[in-house]
């Protein structure tokens, strides 16, 4: 039996209707990676990385791909873009860029790297971190509003804040948030990549098998730092309920969410 079928049987018994016990499938996620080219005379170049304007360190340092133009050092200190130095978190926290922490003190690491800690929780990344800024200017990198420098999303540190989970909307169950219609201003309103949402044409949640992202990238169908936060489909909080909602998919939708249609905010930003 398939490790698919297998996970499918597990919680084939789960409420089909709740939010939180949707089945976990496999999701196939395509990989890029960056080649030399020949220049025509014999000699080759090589291309930045996978082409998305970020560029791989040849000093040894070992950082990984950084945002074209910025140093090893701008990388782990910064400072970061204007966009980010005062910006806010996905759990609603201001940066102060006078009282961050360094990486080097809270163990900061990429995904691989931090489940050899035994601090490290199974999903747990940034992008699902409330103290998380996501990218806002599509060089793929955010920021955090308690640590200094560049942050990827599946990047991890020992001071990782699980985002809150919003309350349930007086008068409403939990059943019900997964088909609810959202409150007036979310209707037709547009995704933080600037999708427009259309009420007539969204999939259901079960459809997209939502669920939380730490429970979906520690059991398999997501990679590390994908979230509805930094998400290009997802609509922000507009009325301090601390749910948002989707331009794709139908119900109420929590930050700390993920879906099978998942679309990296920084390709539209």
């Not at 090589?46 to 945002?67: L, V, W």
């Not at 690491?109 to 599509?138: F, L, M, R, W």
């Not at 509003?145 to 409403?172: A, K, T």
């Not at 979310?186 to 079960?206: K, M």
Request: charged share 30%; proline share 6%; aromatic share 8%.
């Amino acid at each position: 039996m398939s490790n698919e079928t297998s996970l499918y049987n597990r919680v084939s018994n789960y409420d089909m209707w709740s939010r939180r016990n949707y089945l976990v499938a496999t999701v196939g996620i395509a990989a890029l990676s960056g080649c030399a080219g020949d220049n025509g005379d014999g000699t080759t170049e090589p291309e930045d990385g996978d082409g998305d304007g970020t560029t791989d360190p040849d000093d040894g340092d070992g950082d990984g791909e950084r945002p074209e133009g910025v140093s090893a050092e701008e990388f782990e200190r910064g400072p970061v873009p204007d966009v980010y130095i005062s910006a806010m978190s996905l759990g609603g926290e201001q940066r102060n860029p006078d009282e961050l922490e360094i990486k080097a003190d809270v163990r900061f690491s990429e995904y691989e790297e931090a489940q050899e800690n035994d601090a490290h929780q199974p999903g747990t990344c940034c992008a699902n971190c409330a103290d998380y800024i996501v990218d806002k200017n599509g060089d793929t990198f955010g920021a955090c509003s308690e640590v200094e420098g560049y942050v990827d999303g599946e990047d991890w540190c020992v001071i990782y804040e699980v985002l809150p989970e919003p309350d349930v909307p007086e008068g409403m169950s939990e059943a019900e948030l997964a088909t609810a219609q959202l409150p007036a201003e979310y209707r037709t309103a547009t995704s933080q990549a600037g999708e427009e949402r259309d009420p007539d044409d969204l999939q259901s949640q079960e459809d997209v098998l939502l669920m939380e992202s730490v429970e979906a990238i520690a059991d398999g169908p997501a990679q590390p730092g994908q979230s509805c936060g930094n998400c290009a489909e997802f609509i922000l909080d507009k009325n301090d309920d601390m749910w948002g909602g989707c331009a794709k998919v139908e119900g109420y939708i929590a930050v700390e969410d993920w879906c099978s249609i998942w679309e990296p905010v920084s390709e539209e930003v």
